[in-house]
């Protein structure tokens, strides 16, 4: 077989794969995010603090939080209300215990424990909807006063939560 020839059929192969290739829907993420095309705005109401022990800036640092992490990790236009996608639902626990006991029966550590119901709602999409409480904590040194570690854990619980919801809602793994 010539040069020619073989650069023929090199060339035909080459031509039937990329037009099998052009037919197919690729999406690449290196985020991992996973958002319809066809989805282009979020909103997020309000999550009112209806836990038994109500934190004053609690709620208003769980909306912003989660705003700030759907704004920096996708390209969704806020929404004022009734976005493609929305979440909604309100703050349902936040309490504190001992978790490890020493030997005289004391708390040798405590566990700050919030917890979260969130209605997501996915209007292009709504096999992808959801309405799930989420929970997460953070233990500290019984020797400290809540009210002195209390915005430090409160804004590591927050994060874990809002990354929580935000994977369920936009991470298709």
């Known amino acids: 077989m010539g040069k020619t020839a073989q650069y023929t059929r090199i060339t035909a192969v080459l031509a039937i794969f990329l037009a099998a290739l052009a037919g197919c829907k690729v999406s690449y993420s290196f985020s991992g995010v996973n958002i319809s095309p066809e989805v282009q705005t979020y909103s997020v109401e309000y999550f009112p603090n209806r836990a038994a022990v109500v934190q004053a800036q609690l709620s208003q640092e769980f909306t912003n939080t989660l705003m700030d992490k759907i704004q920096n990790n996708t390209n969704l236009d806020l929404a004022s209300d009734g976005g493609d996608v929305s979440f909604s639902g309100e703050i349902t626990g ?30 292009v999409e709504p096999e992808l909807d959801y309405d799930q409480s989420f929970s997460r904590y953070e233990d500290y040194d019984a020797s400290q006063n809540l009210s002195d570690v209390e915005n430090e854990l409160i804004g590591l619980i927050v994060e874990n939560l809002v990354e929580d919801i935000f994977n369920k809602a936009f991470i298709s793994w």
């Not at 978790?99 to 700050?112: H, K, S, Y």
């Open 94 to 123: 936040y309490e504190t215990r001992p978790t490890a006991i020493t030997g005289n029966e004391t708390a040798a550590r405590n566990r700050l424990t919030i917890t979260v119901r969130v209605k997501y709602t996915n209007v």
